[in-house]
């Protein structure tokens, strides 16, 4: 994916630079469509609106599309352009899009010297906060176990009854 500032959604929604190609982050609220176009109500916690992507079907990958469903996070690079629609005059047209996250848990409490989490189904792009451009991405019946002593994150194959039980 292309490497472009995040815009926050709130900030977005203001802009009237129609063209400029920017990258937004968020969760999905919606998604519905066509054979053709999808659209994508997406909401960072920025504003209570929610930013509208335009996606064309024909340029993704369809296995890749199924993994955008309500609640998944994801990361969007497009042409910001005026909404023909009625009720907002901004959306997105997206040329690039990356599935974050879908359905996972997260195990965090601030006595452990560690953070668990543990991948139910679709995927999640892990960062090590100190070698930020080194990732991996968990998959399903995968769990990853970041060291907050030693800033090093494991990866183990896990059972998902046991995780979510």
Known sequence: MEKISRTKIVDLL???DFGAMVNVKGWVRT???S?????IALNDGSTINNLQIVVDLANFDEEMLKLITTGACISVN???VESVGSGQKVEVQAREI???GTCF???SYEDNDFVETSLI???VRLYDSKSPSESFILKPSQKAIYSKNSGKISCHNTDNI???G
């Open 14 to 16: 203001k802009r009237e």
């Open 31 to 33: 998604r519905r469509g």
């Open 35 to 39: 054979k053709q176009v999808n659209f």
């Open 78 to 80: 497009g042409e910001m």
């Open 98 to 100: 990356e599935v974050l």
């Open 105 to 107: 848990n997260v195990y």
């Open 121 to 123: 189904e679709g995927s």
């Open 162 to 164: 046991k995780e979510t």
